[in-house]
C-alpha cells in the first residue's frame, strides 16, 4: 500500500475516486436540488450555468448540478457493483478451470471464448431490447454478467502459472484437500491480475452504462446518471451545450482516474517488480543463526 | 528373517503420455528403504529422480500415470490400492516431502507460522490456537532463533536457510515415518548446506524418522546416507551401501559420476566430465540405455539390455560388465564423444 501511495498516478486516481464516492454518498446533502424537481417551467427552461444554477438547467428547468450530483450515485454504484460481481464470478472460474484442468477447462473457457467473440455492447443491446425495461438493479446483474469473461482468462493463465510452483506441490504432498488449496494457495495468489482488471473495468463499466443510458436502454428518466443526462441534451449540443459538457467531463475524470490507479497497479503487480522487490530484500538477508 | 522394510517399490512404471510420444520417465525401478534409514538417490537431471518422489505419494499429475503393476507398498499397504482421501492421510501424516526451493515452496502470501499450523491443522486436528503454539513448537525444534517472532514473519523476510528449516519444520509436523527430501539443499550456499544437512540428520536421528534423500550431489551422499541408489535413463543402474559405491562403484555410469566429482587437491584443473546426454525419455535406445556415453561398451551392449546383476552383497548393477569383466580392459572413447567429434 505504501508503495502505490508512491506513484502518482495512484495518488490522484484514488483522490480523485475519493471525491467521486464522497460526492455519491452525500448527494442528498450537497445537492442545491431536488434532482426531478422542475422548479420552473416559464423562467428556468434551458438556462445556462449562472450563481444560483451553476451547470445551468435542463429543458425541463431540472438543476443540472443536483442531477449530475444525484446521477454520480446510480453511475457509481452500478459500476462498483457490477465490477464487484463479475470480478468474483470470474476469478472462482479462471481459478477452478486453471486448477482443475482437462475437461471442466475446455467447457469452461469454450464458453467464455464464444462469449468473448461476440461484442459486449451489442449483446446488452439485444437483451435489453427482448426484456424491455430491466431497471437499475437488471442493468447492473447484465453488465455483471457480461463483464467476466476476460477476467476469468486472466485469472485461469495465473492460475496454470501458480498450480505448479512448489508451494501448491508442498501443500499436495502435506496432504491438503484440493478445496483448501484453492482457496488458500491458489486464490490469494492469483487475484493480484484480477484486481487490476477490476480496476480497468470500473472505468469500462461506467462508460457501458452511460452509453446504454445515452441510447435510451440503461436508467430511465426521471432518474438520473451521468448517461442519461447527456441523453437529455443529446439533440441540443448546439443550444445547450452544459447538458452534454458537465456530465461528459464527470466521466471523463472518474474513468480517467480508474485507469489511472489501474495501471499504477498493474506496475506494482507486475512479476518483474515482485522479482526486484525479492532481491532487495535477500540483499539485507535476516542472519541464519 | 528381517522385518520388512517401510517402504517398498516394486516395478514402479509411471509413464507421462505426451504429445510427442509416451515418456518412459519411470521404467520399472524398485528398491526399498528400511525403517531409520536414509538411502540417497543419485542420478543426473531427467534421469526420473524426482518423478520417483512424486511417484511415492502419487502426486504424479495428467498427462503423467502410474502404470497398473507398479505397487508402492508402505507400511504393509500397497499406496496403489488406496483411494485419494486415504492418499491425503497418509500424505504429510505419515509421508513427509521437503522441496529443492525454499523461496517458492512456501506460499508468500501467509506467515510462516501459518503454513506450519495449516499442517496441524489438517492432520492433527488442532484449533487454531494449538496449531500456532505447535507451529512455534516446530521452529524451536529446527534451531530457527526467536521463534515467537519468526511465526508472524512472511517467507520473504526470511533468508534461504531459515527458509528450508520452514520447511522441514512443516514436513516434521506429525513427526511422519519417512521424509522424502528432493533436492534439499541444491538452492543453497555450501555453508548452509551443511547445517541443514547436519540439522536433518540431526532430526532423523532423534525421532527415528526414515529418508529418501534424492540429489545430484554426491558429497552430500557419501556424508549421509548409509545406501545410495543410481539412476539412469528411468531405472536403477547401480545399489549399494555407501561405502562400497564409493570404493568400488561397477556401473560405468557411477563411475562417471564419482570421476566427475570435485576433489580437494585433485590434480587435474578441469573436471572429468561424462560426454553426451541423457536420451529422451520418449526414446529410451534398445539395449544398455548408457551404451552412447559408455568407454567400454562393446556389441553386447547395443543387443541385449542388461538386467539388474548381483555383484556382491547388498550390491546390484546394471552392466554386462559383471559377466564379462574383460571388456573394462578396453576402455575406447564413447560413441557420444565420437559423434561430437565428427559433428564439429
Redesign the interface.
Known amino acids: 500500500m505504501q508503495r502505490l501511495l508512491r506513484d502518482p498516478r495512484a495518488r490522484v486516481g484514488l483522490v480523485v475516486l475519493a471525491v467521486v464516492a464522497l460526492v455519491a454518498l452525500l448527494a442528498p446533502v450537497i445537492a442545491p436540488y431536488d434532482p426531478s424537481a422542475q422548479l420552473d417551467i416559464a423562467r428556468l427552461h434551458g438556462r445556462p450555468p449562472s450563481l444560483a444554477h451553476p451547470l445551468g438547467t435542463d429543458p425541463y428547468s431540472r438543476d443540472v448540478l443536483s442531477r449530475l450530483i444525484h446521477g454520480t450515485r446510480i453511475s457509481l454504484a452500478v459500476a462498483l457493483v457490477a465490477v464487484t460481481l463479475s470480478m468474483t464470478l470470474g476469478v472462482v472460474v479462471g481459478a477452478v478451470a486453471g486448477y482443475a ?2 475437461l471442466v477447462d475446455t467447457v469452461l473457457m469454450r464458453v467464455v471464448d464464444a462469449a468473448l467473440s461476440i461484442p459486449r455492447l451489442l449483446l446488452l443491446i439485444i437483451v435489453v431490447a427482448l426484456w424491455g425495461d430491466v431497471g437499475v438493479v437488471g442493468l447492473t446483474l447484465l453488465l455483471a454478467g457480461t463483464g467476466w469473461f476476460a477476467v476469468s482468462r486472466i485469472v485461469r493463465a495465473q492460475t496454470l502459472v501458480v498450480r505448479e ?3 501448491v ?9 484440493p478445496a ?1 488449496i484453492l482457496v ?2 491458489v486464490l ?2 492469483v487475484v493480484g491480475p484480477g484486481l487490476v482488471a477490476a480496476t480497468l473495468a470500473i472505468g469500462n463499466v461506467i462508460l457501458l452504462e452511460a452509453g446504454l443510458s445515452y441510447l435510451g436502454i440503461g436508467i430511465r428518466p426521471p432518474a438520473a446518471s451521468w448517461g442519461s443526462i447527456i441523453q437529455d441534451g443529446a439533440e441540443r449540443v448546439s443550444d445547450l451545450w452544459w447538458l452534454t459538457f458537465f456530465p461528459g467531463l464527470a466521466i471523463l475524470i472518474t474513468v480517467f482516474a480508474c485507469n489511472a490507479l489501474g495501471d499504477a497497479l498493474r506496475d506494482l503487480l507486475d512479476p518483474r517488480q515482485l522479482a526486484s ?2 532481491l532487495t ?2 540483499s539485507a ?5 | 528373517m528381517t522385518a520388512p522394510p517401510l517402504l517398498e517399490l516394486d516395478d514402479l512404471h509411471t509413464f507421462f503420455y505426451t504429445d510427442t510420444g509416451v515418456a518412459r520417465s519411470v521404467d520399472g525401478v524398485s528398491f526399498s528403504v528400511g525403517a531409520g534409514e536414509t538411502v540417497g538417490v543419485v542420478g543426473e537431471s531427467g534421469c526420473g529422480k524426482s518423478v520417483t518422489a512424486l511417484s511415492i505419494l502419487r502426486l504424479v499429475r495428467a498427462p503423467g500415470r502410474i502404470e497398473p503393476g507398479s505397487a508402492i507398498r508402505f507400511e504393509g499397504k500397497d499406496l496403489m490400492t488406496l483411494d485419494e482421501g486415504e492418499m491425503q492421510h497418509i500424505r504429510g501424516n505419515r509421508i513427509a516431502m521437503v522441496f529443492q526451493e525454499p523461496m517458492t515452496a512456501l506460499n508468500p502470501v501467509f506467515t510462516v507460522g501459518e503454513q506450519i499450523a495449516e499442517v496441524a491443522r489438517i492432520h492433527g486436528g488442532m484449533s487454531r490456537k494449538e496449531a500456532r503454539a505447535k507451529a512455534v513448537e516446530m521452529l524451536t525444534l529446527v534451531g530457527i532463533p526467536a521463534p515467537e517472532q519468526r511465526a508472524g514473519e512472511y517467507p520473504h523476510q526470511l533468508s534461504g536457510g531459515m527458509r528450508q528449516r520452514v520447511v522441514i519444520a512443516m514436513a516434521l509436523v506429525m513427526n511422519p515415518a519417512l521424509i522424502i527430501a528432493d533436492e534439499p539443499t541444491t538452492a543453497l550456499d555450501v555453508t548452509i548446506q551443511a547445517q541443514i544437512l547436519e540439522l536433518m540428520a540431526d532430526l532423523t536421528r532423534r525421532l527415528g524418522t526414515s529418508i529418501l534423500l534424492i540429489t545430484h550431489d554426491l558429497g552430500v551422499v557419501a556424508e549421509n546416507c548409509s545406501r545410495v541408489i543410481v539412476m539412469y535413463a528411468g531405472e536403477v543402474v547401480e545399489e549399494a551401501t555407501a561405502v562400497e559405491l564409493f570404493g568400488r562403484a561397477h556401473m560405468p555410469y557411477t563411475e562417471g559420476l564419482l570421476g566427475a566429482m570435485p576433489r580437494v587437491g585433485g590434480e587435474s584443473e578441469r573436471l572429468a566430465t561424462i560426454p553426451g546426454t541423457v536420451p529422451p525419455p520418449t526414446a529410451w535406445p534398445a539395449g544398455c540405455r548408457f551404451r552412447d556415453r559408455c568407454p567400454y561398451s562393446w556389441d553386447r551392449c547395443e543387443r541385449e539390455h542388461p538386467p539388474l546383476y548381483q555383484i556382491g552383497a547388498g550390491h546390484t548393477s546394471r552392466c554386462h560388465l559383471a559377466e564379462e569383466p574383460e571388456h573394462r580392459n578396453h576402455p575406447h572413447p564413447p560413441l557420444a564423444a565420437q559423434r561430437g567429434a565428427s559433428a564439429a
Do not use: V
Open positions: 484442468g482437462g510452483l512448489d508451494y506441490t508442498s501443500a499436495r504432498a502435506l496432504g491438503a484437500p483448501r488458500r494457495h490469494p495468489n522487490r525479492d530484500a535477500r538477508p535476516t542472519p541464519d543463526r
